[in-house]
T-cell receptor, first 112, second 117 residues
Framework: GENVEQHPSTLSVQEGDSAVIKCTYSDSASNYFPWYKQELGKRPQLIIDIRSNVGEKKDQRIAVTLNKTAKHFSLHITETQPEDSAVYFCAASGAGRRALTFGSGTRLQVQP | GAGVSQTPSNKVTEKGKYVELRCDPISGHTALYWYRQSLGQGPEFLIYFQGTGAADDSGLPNDRFFAVRPEGSVSTLKIQRTERGDSAVYLC???????????????FGEGSRLTVL
C-alpha cells in the first residue's frame, strides 16, 4: 500500500519568514496530494491540494509543488503569521483508491 | 447540520467492554471515512464507505473492529473487547465523491476521543 513520509516533525520560524514542509510517497499511481492543517484540539481542514497533472499550485501565501519523478511534494508558506501555527499533514491517494494516506505531521510554530 | 457530526465527543470505558461511535456525514456526501489518530501522529486510515458498502476496509486492525452504514448516511464504528491500545481519537470524514475525485475534499468531524482504562 501507499506510504507517506513527512519531515521535519517540528519547525520553528520567525514571523514573516518562509516555512517549507516536505513529503515523499511510495505509490507511483498516486495522483492526488492534499495538505491539511490541524489546530490544537480541532479537526483537520484542507488548505490546498494538487493533482498529478500539474507541478505547482499557489493560493495567496501558500503554494504546493509536486515532483512526480522523484515522488515528492512540498508545502511552502510565505510571510508566516502566528495564526499559521498548527500541525500540518500531507496526504496522498491513488487511482482507484479513494482513501487518503497521511504523513505523520509537522508541528509549525511561528514566533512573533 | 452543516458539518460532519460525531458522537460521543468523549468516551471512557473499561478494558474488555464494547463501544459504538457514531458519525453523521454532510448531507449528500456518498463517501464516508473512519480514521484513528493517536497523539502526535497523522490520521490512520481504517475504512471507507461508498454509499452503503465498504469500498475499502483494509485499515481495520483486527476483527474486533467493525463499521456499518446501512442507509448510506449515518455510520457506526463498533469496537468489541476494547484494549488499552485502542485509546485514540476516532475521526470521521465525508466527501462528495471520494478523495481524488473532482470534488474529493474530505470534511472531518471533531472526533470521538476514546479512552480505555
Amino acid at each position: 500500500g501507499e506510504n507517506v513520509e513527512q519531515h521535519p516533525s517540528t519547525l520553528s520560524v520567525q514571523e514573516g519568514d518562509s516555512a517549507v514542509i516536505k513529503c515523499t510517497y511510495s505509490d507511483s499511481a498516486s495522483n492526488y496530494f492534499p495538505w491539511y492543517k490541524q489546530e490544537l484540539g480541532k479537526r483537520p481542514q484542507l488548505i490546498i491540494d494538487i493533482r498529478s497533472n500539474v507541478g505547482e499550485k499557489k493560493d495567496q501565501r501558500i503554494a504546493v509543488t509536486l515532483n512526480k519523478t522523484a515522488k515528492h511534494f512540498s508545502l511552502h508558506i510565505t510571510e508566516t503569521q502566528p495564526e499559521d501555527s498548527a500541525v500540518y499533514f500531507c496526504a496522498a491517494s491513488g487511482a482507484g483508491r479513494r482513501a487518503l494516506t497521511f504523513g505523520s505531521g509537522t508541528r509549525l510554530q511561528v514566533q512573533p | 447540520g452543516a458539518g460532519v457530526s460525531q458522537t460521543p465527543s468523549n468516551k471512557v470505558t473499561e478494558k474488555g467492554k464494547y463501544v459504538e461511535l457514531r458519525c453523521d456525514p454532510i448531507s449528500g456526501h456518498t463517501a464516508l471515512y473512519w480514521y484513528r489518530q493517536s497523539l502526535g501522529q497523522g490520521p490512520e486510515f481504517l475504512i471507507y464507505f461508498q454509499g452503503t458498502g465498504a469500498a475499502d476496509d483494509s485499515g481495520l486492525p483486527n476483527d474486533r473492529f467493525f463499521a456499518v452504514r446501512p442507509e448510506g448516511s449515518v455510520s457506526t464504528l463498533k469496537i468489541q473487547r476494547t484494549e488499552r491500545g485502542d485509546s485514540a481519537v476516532y475521526l470521521c470524514a465525508s466527501s462528495l465523491t471520494g478523495a481524488g475525485g473532482n470534488t474529493g475534499e474530505l470534511f472531518f468531524g471533531e472526533g470521538s476521543r476514546l479512552t480505555v482504562l
